[in-house]
């Protein structure tokens, strides 16, 4: 009886055995490099209120965030890129069609751009409406169109040049014009302070506008050379509000070239008579206000006092500083 040794179980062909170790080298690479299988989506819900947009950009419109009722949740099914915020320019697209940044969401345990797919590079491209505008008057640039509950991100002075990108009338009126624009400077202006009503058919709605605060929203767009100068900081115990219309409580209110009762007379305003005020101040030692006819009447002269109304609390005319300083 013939013993079998081990060589006689051995292909019987060089190109045999070399065929054999590819198909298990291959099968060690596959198993080794197989890239872990997409989320379709992953379910998670705001941090903080939050616009959802038509694009990664910051500048973009708003967009009805649909969520679940009863827990405020809602998926998201990609990835990709956008406006830089707080240094990472990852953004979120939702079911809903439209994009978060990764802070607006609750904190993720994992890595959004490994589990999810990547939206694809059209999803990073930018479509904005722009008009450009000039301010008529000193103005507020405000996070949100509310002028009780948004922060200010910029005072703006008279004949400043300003870019709008989208429109909206769910705002506070000022002088009764509930008209707001967005800015290329990432915040709103009210259309009364314009010099020229826009034309509203040119540019895209805003969409709906949450309450915002700078504290939890940067505002890095990088788009326009407008001033953002700080706005000092001051309590707000009453609604802050600029252009300010108040009844004239003397026989007559002097309205100077500067804010000194000695400097030349510009306007002189009747008993009763409207004013609109933009400002308040007191670089002279004594309280005035200036007009949108851009000369100063003592804060005394009025009814309610500019600067200490029981309605409002009017900025001070140092916040935004003149066009020389831009």
């Known amino acids: 009886m013939r013993i079998h040794t081990a060589t006689d179980f051995l292909p019987v062909t060089v190109s045999s055995v070399l065929l054999l170790s590819a198909f298990a080298a291959a099968a060690a690479i596959s198993a080794t490099a197989a890239p872990s ?3 379709p989506y992953v379910t998670t819900s705001l941090d903080i209120d939050s616009e959802c947009k038509t694009c990664p950009r910051s500048l973009c419109p708003n967009v009805d965030l649909k969520v679940d009722n009863v ?14 915020i707080m240094g990472d320019n990852l953004w979120l697209k939702t079911e809903s069609d439209c994009y978060l940044t990764q802070y607006d969401v609750h904190e993720y345990d994992g890595n959004w751009d490994e589990d999810l797919a990547y939206c694809g590079r059209q999803s990073e491209e930018q479509h904005l409406t ?4 000039t301010l008529q008057y000193k103005t507020e640039c405000r996070i949100c169109p509310f002028t009780g ?15 709008l990108t989208c429109w909206t009338d769910a705002a506070t009126p000022i002088l009764d014009n509930s008209y707001w624009y967005k800015t290329t400077n990432n915040c709103y202006v009210a259309e009364v302070g314009l010099y020229d009503r826009p034309n509203r058919a040119d540019l895209d709605y805003c969409g709906p506008i949450p309450h915002l605060e700078i504290a939890n929203h940067n505002n890095e767009n990088g788009t326009s050379e407008v001033n953002k100068r700080e706005p000092s900081a001051e309590p707000a115990e009453l609604a802050p509000q600029y252009l300010i ?10 309205c100077y070239e500067k804010p000194d009762n000695t400097s030349k007379v510009i306007e002189r305003y009747e008993y009763n008579q409207t004013v609109v005020m933009q400002c308040v101040t007191d670089i002279t030692g004594t309280w005035y206000a200036q007009s949108t006819d851009f000369c100063y009447c003592s804060n005394y002269d009025f009814w309610d006092e500019p600067l200490n109304s029981e309605y409002y609390r009017i900025p001070l005319c140092e916040y935004f500083g003149t066009p020389a300083d831009r």
């Open 37 to 39: 299988a997409k989320k």
């Open 71 to 84: 827990t405020n949740e809602f998926n998201v099914t990609c990835w990709t890129r956008g406006t830089k």
């Open 130 to 133: 722009l008009e450009d505008a």
């Open 149 to 163: 509950s948004c922060d200010v991100v910029a005072y703006l002075p008279e004949e400043t040049d300003v870019t």
């Open 245 to 254: 219309e108040v009844k004239v409580g003397e026989e007559y209110s002097y």
